[in-house]
C-alpha cells in the first residue's frame, strides 16, 4: 500500500469539481443533438455538424478566457496564454467526429474535461478580465476534427496535420458519394494548400494529454473509476478481396464450387481463433460482402475487413503473417485466390514516462491515504496521440465505462467518476507544471 500523492489543487474547493462534472454531461448532451441523424448520433469530418461542434466549443474555450482559432485542417484550438509571450504550450485535449450511430462520450468527453481543466487552473491577467496559464507553459485545447475516420475510411486527419504528418495521397480519398477530401475541404471553407499551417512543431509543445472513457471493461471490472494509460495499441488496417467463381446455386455440386463468401467466412473464424490466443492482440472483421449479392447465385467474389491491433508492432506483424499463412491454406484448399490491401498503418505509442507518472500523481491525489498505486491499462483503442506522439510527449488518463461498451448509443460515464477524472486531470496539469520546460 502507498500514501495518496500530494495534491496541488489545495485552493479549489470539492464542490467545484462537481459543478464542472455536471456542466460537462449537459455539454455532452448538447453535442449529442448535433448530428447528421435523427435518433442517433453521426458526425463527419468537414460536415455542416462538424462546423456546428466546432462554433459551440469555441464558444465555451472563450467562456474561460481563451482565444480560439479553427486551424488549417478543421481542428478547433483555444489557447490560455502564459505570462511569457512566445512560451511553448501543453496541449490538451481529444475529438468531437464521431462513428456511425455513436455514443455521446468517446472523444467529446475528453474535450469537455480539458476546457473545464483550463478554468479550474487559469488566474487573472495582466489586463482586466483576462486570464492566463499559471505555469511557465501556456495550455491549448485542443477539439480534433477527425480521429475516427468515418467519412474517408482514413483515421487521425485532424491529428496527423497538427503533427506535421500529413500525405498528400490523402487529398484523393473519397466518401461514400465520391466527394474527395480536397473538394471537402474547399466546400468547408478551408484552403488546401495551407494544409502545412495547422502543424505545431517540438519546440512548441512540452507535451499532449488526453482524457478518455476506456473503450472496454476493465475499470469496471475492478471497480476503479480511473487509471494511467501505459501505451496505444499499434494498429493496421486491410481491405481484403476473395475470387471464386459465380454459379447458379440450384446447379452447382458442392464439389464444383468455388464459393468467394464460405472462403471469406472461413478467413474470419481464422483471425478469431488466431489472435484470441495472442496476448493483447486483437482481430476484427467488421466488414464482408458478397458478389453479386443473389439469393440464387453462388458467390464469386466477397470483399472483408481486418482490423489488427496489438500492444507492440513486432507482435501484431507476426500475427499477420500467420492469418496471411492461413488464408494461403483456405483458399488453396477452397480453390479461391485472395488479396490484401493495407489502408492504415500505426505504430505502437508508448506514454512518456514523466506524463504516466503526473497522471499517477494526479489519481493519487483523490485516493484515500493508504491506496494501492493507481490502475495501468494499456489502450487497445486507437487516440490522437498517436499522431501527436511524433512530435511531442504524451500522456492518457482513462475514465470507467459501465459493461465498457463503446462506439454504440449505450456508452456511458457517471458524473461522480467526471467529477473524480476531472481532479485528477488537473492534478497531472499541476504536477507537470511544478516540472521544469525542457
Same mark, same amino acid.
Given at each position: ?24 454531461? +449537459? ?29 459551440? %466549443?469555441?464558444?465555451?474555450? =472563450? ?9 488549417? +485542417? ?174 447458379? +446455386? ?16 472461413? +478467413? ?21 460482402? %458478397? ?17 489488427? =491491433? ?112 476531472? =481532479? ?15
Amino acid at each position: 500500500m502507498t500514501a495518496a500523492a500530494p495534491g496541488r489543487l489545495t485552493g479549489i474547493p470539492p464542490e467545484a469539481f462537481a459543478t464542472a462534472a455536471r456542466r460537462i454531461m +449537459a455539454r455532452c448532451d448538447e453535442l449529442s443533438r448535433v448530428s447528421a441523424d435523427d435518433g442517433s448520433i453521426t458526425r463527419v469530418y468537414l460536415s455542416p455538424e462538424h462546423a456546428r461542434v466546432n462554433r459551440l %466549443a469555441a464558444e465555451w474555450m =472563450r467562456e474561460v478566457g481563451m482565444t480560439t482559432r479553427m486551424d488549417a +485542417a478543421g481542428n478547433q484550438l483555444g489557447l490560455l496564454r502564459a505570462a511569457e509571450k512566445d512560451a511553448p504550450v501543453l496541449m490538451l485535449g481529444s475529438h468531437l467526429d464521431t462513428v456511425i450511430d455513436a455514443g455521446r462520450f468517446d472523444g467529446i468527453l475528453g474535450v469537455l474535461m480539458a476546457i473545464e481543466t483550463v478554468r479550474l487552473l487559469r488566474v487573472p491577467g495582466a489586463e482586466l478580465g483576462s486570464w492566463r496559464s499559471p505555469f511557465p507553459f501556456g495550455i491549448e485545447v485542443a477539439a480534433f476534427s477527425d480521429e475516427e475516420g468515418t467519412r474517408f475510411g482514413k483515421a487521425l486527419l485532424g491529428s496527423s496535420a497538427v503533427a506535421g504528418q500529413w500525405d498528400e495521397s490523402w487529398w484523393d480519398l473519397t466518401d461514400a458519394d465520391g466527394i474527395t477530401v480536397r473538394e471537402a475541404y474547399r466546400e468547408f471553407g478551408l484552403d488546401p494548400g495551407r494544409i502545412g499551417e495547422a502543424a505545431h512543431t517540438s519546440e512548441q509543445l512540452v507535451g499532449y494529454l488526453e482524457a478518455h472513457i476506456e473503450q472496454g471493461p476493465e475499470l469496471d471490472r475492478r471497480s476503479e473509476p480511473l487509471a494511467v494509460v501505459s501505451s496505444i495499441a499499434s494498429a493496421r488496417r486491410f481491405q481484403l478481396s476473395v475470387e471464386g467463381e459465380a454459379r447458379h +446455386a440450384g446447379g452447382t455440386p458442392y464439389d464444383m464450387r468455388r464459393d468467394a463468401l464460405l472462403g471469406a467466412s472461413e +478467413a474470419a473464424l481464422a483471425v478469431e481463433r488466431i489472435c484470441s490466443a495472442e496476448h493483447h492482440i486483437i482481430g476484427t472483421v467488421g466488414q464482408l460482402e %458478397a458478389f453479386p449479392g443473389a439469393v440464387n447465385v453462388v458467390p464469386g467474389e466477397a470483399k472483408f475487413s481486418l482490423d489488427l =491491433r496489438g500492444e507492440y508492432d513486432e507482435k501484431r506483424d507476426a500475427v499477420w503473417q500467420r492469418i496471411s499463412r492461413d488464408l494461403d491454406e483456405i483458399m488453396g484448399r477452397r480453390h479461391l485466390r485472395w488479396r490484401a490491401r493495407e489502408v492504415h498503418q500505426a505504430p505502437a505509442l508508448f506514454c512518456d514516462p514523466l506524463l504516466q507518472d503526473v497522471m499517477a500523481q494526479g489519481i493519487g491525489s483523490t485516493l484515500p491515504k493508504g491506496s494501492a498505486e493507481p490502475v495501468t491499462l494499456f489502450s487497445p483503442a486507437g487516440h490522437d496521440g498517436m499522431t501527436i506522439g511524433s512530435v511531442t510527449p504524451v500522456g492518457m488518463l482513462f475514465l470507467r465505462n459501465p459493461d465498457g461498451i463503446s462506439h454504440h448509443p449505450d456508452e456511458a460515464v457517471s458524473a461522480p467518476d467526471v467529477a473524480l477524472g476531472l =481532479r485528477a486531470f488537473a492534478e497531472a496539469v499541476a504536477h507537470r507544471g511544478a516540472e521544469p520546460v525542457s
